[in-house]
């Protein structure tokens, strides 16, 4: 199954997903640590919906 990486839109394999993070009770996958890092310095940022 694939998840969208949160800060940089890319496709990732949860069963692979280099990085995770648990934000408000729902798990987010990262194609990289440094995406983890970015999201969960400000997750609201690359939460809310883009215009």
């Not at 839109?9 to 987010?28: F, I, L």
């Not at 969960?40 to 919906?49: A, I």
């Amino acid at each position: 199954m694939t998840a969208r990486d949160p800060v940089c839109n890319m496709d990732v394999d949860e069963k692979k997903a280099p990085a995770t993070a648990e934000y408000k009770g729902k798990t987010y996958y990262f194609c990289a640590p440094g995406c983890k890092k970015a999201f969960l310095q400000n997750p609201e940022k690359y939460l809310r919906p883009s215009k």
